[in-house]
């Protein structure tokens, strides 16, 4: 297989940002597959169905962001369950005999980003926000939580939102409004997965001694939250180990090489990231 010429890429809009081509290089270099290219291209919802339909044999797989991870499904043969779960897929592994196969390695991404700190399973959790991100954490969060889900957000519309992921996906979820989000602090698991900024003013609000934060974010980072929380001796999962284990799934998806090179994937992350 490394002496095979194979592409794959990750494609968004914007895109330029992204670190998944770091990340993929360096797992193909670790692996051996001397013959394989990552690329980044910025496409949007409107170009995607040419994209995809020009792609030639040589292409083995696809990462998808945003705008992108809605828009594919209709141009794929099928998808995992845990794709059709969000409706959203973030992986296309391009098969050899033709058929374009979705999944989304967010929602075992974040599971296994977790257990990597020792969270196997928590009697309750919260979310700060309501977007595509916090839909894949109400997913995860169907996995290893055994009671409610407390998810704080902005307006009624979001709030009805996240109450009906909850119910698709079969997890409790109460809604409170953005106002009441230092309550989310005390939970045993918060998950934040708002844009950067929004919960700065939370910071100053952490308790003295704060459980788990997961925080989507990885750029810039520390963000507030996450570095007072730290500070005050709680667990932090970043974005960062969010990007790395959902990378090391597509990695292994698209080549058919497992296990993929976490550590070394994380390392030129890192790397990359000190350099911006």
């Given at each position: 297989?490394?002496?095979?010429q194979?592409r794959?890429?990750?494609l968004?809009s914007?895109?330029a940002?992204?670190?998944?081509p770091?990340l993929?290089?360096?797992?193909y270099?670790?692996l051996g597959?001397a013959?394989?290219?990552?690329d980044?291209?910025?496409?949007d919802?409107a170009?995607?169905?040419?994209?995809i339909a020009?792609?030639?044999?040589e292409?083995?797989?696809?990462s998808l962001t945003?705008?992108l991870k809605r828009?594919?499904i209709?141009?794929?043969?099928?998808?995992s369950?845990?794709?059709?779960?969000?409706?959203?897929?973030?992986?296309?592994?391009l098969k050899g005999d033709?058929r374009r196969v979705g999944?989304?390695?967010?929602?075992?991404?974040m599971?296994?980003a977790l257990?990597?700190?020792?969270?196997?399973q928590?009697?309750?959790?919260?979310?700060?926000g309501?977007g595509a991100t916090?839909?894949?954490?109400?997913?995860?969060l169907?996995?290893?939580?055994?009671?409610?889900v407390?998810?704080?957000v902005r307006?009624a519309?979001r709030?009805a939102?996240m109450r009906?992921?909850g119910?698709r996906l079969?997890?409790e979820?109460?809604?409170?409004?953005?106002?009441?989000a230092?309550?989310a602090?005390?939970?045993p698991?918060?998950?934040?997965t708002?844009p950067a900024?929004?919960t700065?003013?939370?910071?100053g609000?952490v308790?003295?001694?704060p459980a788990?934060?997961?925080?989507?974010?990885?750029?810039?980072?520390?963000?507030a939250?996450?570095a007072?929380w730290?500070?005050?001796?709680g667990?932090?999962?970043?974005g960062?180990?969010l990007l790395v284990h959902?990378a090391v799934?597509?990695?292994?998806?698209?080549?058919?090489?497992a296990p993929?090179?976490?550590?070394v994937?994380r390392?030129?992350?890192?790397?990359?990231?000190?350099?911006r």
């Open positions: 297989m490394s002496g095979k194979k794959a890429a990750v968004g914007p895109i940002h992204s670190l998944s770091v993929h290089r360096a797992a270099g670790e597959l013959g394989w290219t990552y980044l291209f910025d496409v919802e170009a995607l169905p040419g994209f020009g792609l030639g044999p292409w083995a797989g696809l945003m705008p828009a594919v209709p141009l794929l043969d099928e998808i369950e845990t794709a059709a779960s969000v409706e959203a897929v973030n992986t296309v592994v033709g999944d989304n390695t967010d929602i075992p991404g599971v296994a257990r990597e700190r020792g969270i196997e928590v009697e309750s959790a919260a979310i700060l309501a916090a839909s894949s954490a109400l997913a995860a169907a996995r290893i939580c055994t009671g409610e407390v998810a704080y307006s519309a709030a939102e009906q992921w119910e079969d997890v979820v109460r809604t409170a409004d953005w106002s009441d230092e309550r602090l005390s939970a698991l918060v998950i934040a708002t900024g929004t700065d003013a939370l910071s609000a308790p003295e001694r788990t934060l997961f925080d989507v974010l990885y750029d810039p980072w520390p963000t939250l996450a007072r730290s500070g005050c001796g667990a932090v999962v970043s960062l180990d959902q799934l597509q990695v292994e998806q698209i080549t058919g090489r993929a090179p976490l550590d994937m390392k030129a992350g890192e790397h990359a990231l000190d350099g």
